[in-house]
């Protein structure tokens, strides 16, 4: 999905961006087994209407068709849009050929958002297969459409009880397309080249619950810029992915897996839904222990996760854990985690920023931190060895 207003043709990022696709889309994930990927791909334009492309393998020229009713959006073809790669590339190198020149006299820069994102869930709901979309977007949705967003940059809020609404989505309509998403394992990947304010807490909700990325390049200039836009892009369609998963966490007695953190929807307390998970994004599950332990037995973990892999098999991975429980507090300091800690208070305090002050979240962060710290000194450090570290609250 390619945002072709104005500003986007005249600084000659679309041009940019058609020109890496012809190389990277000869790059897309196959399996091991495979010579081909067995991936589809689709091409949509859009500033404040919708450009869907045939690009099917028999045609001399790529075909468009506009849809202007963005309040409802269809998908106004099925065969040819969602192509394979190999067959129909002379359509599609001339389509992104074409691309910058169909554009370059438009001068419409007011841009629509989340009827590009229904209009890709659309059609991956007509074609009976989860997927991915890949969004390259600019500017504040600002044209009247199911999204259209308004510039709330307010910075009398920072630093107030407030500002939490800075951080919140403005509309309820990206949390209830993103639910959409991933009812239907579409995945959303955004990038984003904003030269001013653009909402990344609304925009950046549906990439963030589908198992997606947001990458974003304030103040996009070519010469500066294009190198690590292009090697993110690269990176992020060759990876490994797989589609429309559900995870369960189980346990043995004695601990359950009560909170989760991470590119996730969860519509009942078991069930992770992801969109998409691939090498990049990490899961992260708090356990509470409720009740006696063994040393003998030790604590039992089952992970098990149910998903699409790119060439259309469901398969299931399921991964067991064995860990030793101990009595000894000098023996779990000694095997702590940090990275894992790190990780957990990270997105605690992501997650809390909806909700609370940001003054709150770090009191919260240093008073746990120096709890660990006071428990381990009063536990187990030796009275000789106090100088190991000094706790001040």
Do not use: W
Request: glycine residues 4%.
């Amino acid at each position: 999905m390619i945002d072709v207003s104005y500003s986007n043709i005249k600084n000659g990022l679309v041009k940019l961006i058609c020109e890496e696709l012809k190389t990277v889309l000869e790059k897309l994930p196959k399996e091991e087994q495979e010579e081909t990927s067995a991936i589809r791909v689709g091409f949509i334009t859009y500033n404040k209407v919708l450009h869907f492309f045939n690009v099917k393998s028999n045609l001399a020229q790529p075909q468009m068709m506009v849809v202007t009713d963005v309040g409802e959006v269809f998908v106004p073809l099925l065969d040819g849009f969602l192509v394979n790669y190999q067959e129909s590339q002379s359509v599609i190198h001339n389509l992104l050929d074409q691309i910058p020149d169909m554009f370059a006299d438009s001068n419409e820069n007011e841009t629509v958002f989340a009827p590009v994102i229904q209009a890709g869930m659309e059609a991956l709901k007509a074609a009976d297969c989860p997927g991915k979309l890949f969004i390259f977007h600019s500017s504040l949705p600002t044209a009247e459409a199911p999204g259209k967003l308004k510039n709330r940059d307010d910075k009398k809020l920072v630093n107030t009880d407030k500002e939490k609404i800075l951080f919140q989505p403005q509309t309820n309509v990206y949390d209830s397309l993103a639910k959409d998403c991933v009812a239907h394992g579409c995945s959303v990947t955004l990038f984003l080249f904003p030269s001013q304010y653009v909402d990344v807490a609304s925009l950046g909700l549906v990439p963030q619950l589908t198992g997606g990325t947001l990458y974003k390049y304030s103040n996009f200039q070519m010469h500066l810029d294009s190198q690590q836009f292009l090697n993110d892009l690269r990176n992020d369609i060759e990876k490994k992915i797989g589609f429309d998963a559900i995870m369960r966490v189980r346990t043995s007695t004695g601990f359950r897996a009560t909170d989760f953190f991470g590119g996730i929807l969860m519509n009942n307390t078991t069930d992770v839904e992801m969109a998409a998970i691939d090498c990049d994004k990490a899961v992260t599950v708090e356990f509470k222990h409720d009740d006696k332990l063994s040393e003998d037995s030790g604590a039992l973990i089952q992970c098990a996760v149910l998903y699409t892999t790119i060439s259309g098999q469901r398969r299931l991975r399921i991964h067991n854990l064995g860990l030793n429980c101990s009595s000894q507090l000098g023996d779990l300091y000694k095997s702590c985690e940090t990275d894992a800690l790190i990780n957990f208070f990270a997105k605690s305090a992501f997650k809390a920023v909806l909700h609370q002050p940001l003054k709150v979240i770090r009191e919260i962060l240093v008073n746990q931190t120096a709890h660990m710290l006071a428990c381990y000194r009063k536990n187990c450090a030796s009275p000789s060895a106090a100088s190991q570290f000094t706790c001040e609250n």
